[in-house]
């Protein structure tokens, strides 16, 4: 099944197949813009996302460690919701730096 789905400036683009054992797998890229907060100076800025994903929807309790896809539990699978997880992972990323803030140091030992 082809994927072509946004939330919120976020769309993943890709395919999901299921395999043998009820699983789903979605293998895309996901691209937009959104707007996160600088962990410097906790002003708003847009984050340019272009970044290859690689999923395997299991229903829950799932009990291992897969190192070719990242895990996504879940009762059905549920585009949207793989989006909202993405996009709040992507808010909480320590890397978020906006331009002002890129070359400054903080928090310096004396």
């Not at 009820?22 to 937009?32: D, P």
């Not at 299991?58 to 059905?76: H, L, M, R, S």
């Not at 320590?94 to 890129?102: A, Q, V, W």
């Amino acid at each position: 099944m082809e994927i072509n789905k946004k939330v919120e400036g976020l769309t993943l683009k890709g395919k999901s197949e299921k395999n043998k054992q009820g699983e789903y797998i979605i293998t895309g890229k996901l691209i937009g813009d959104i707007e996160v907060e600088c962990v410097k100076c906790l002003k708003p800025f847009t984050k340019h996302i272009e970044e290859d994903v690689k999923f395997k929807v299991v229903k829950p309790p799932y009990e291992g460690f897969d190192e070719e896809y990242d895990i996504i539990e879940q009762e059905k699978l549920d585009i949207e919701e793989i989006l909202k997880s993405e996009i709040e992972s992507i808010r909480s990323d320590f890397s978020n730096i906006c331009e002002s803030c890129k070359d400054k140091e903080f928090n310096k030992e004396f």
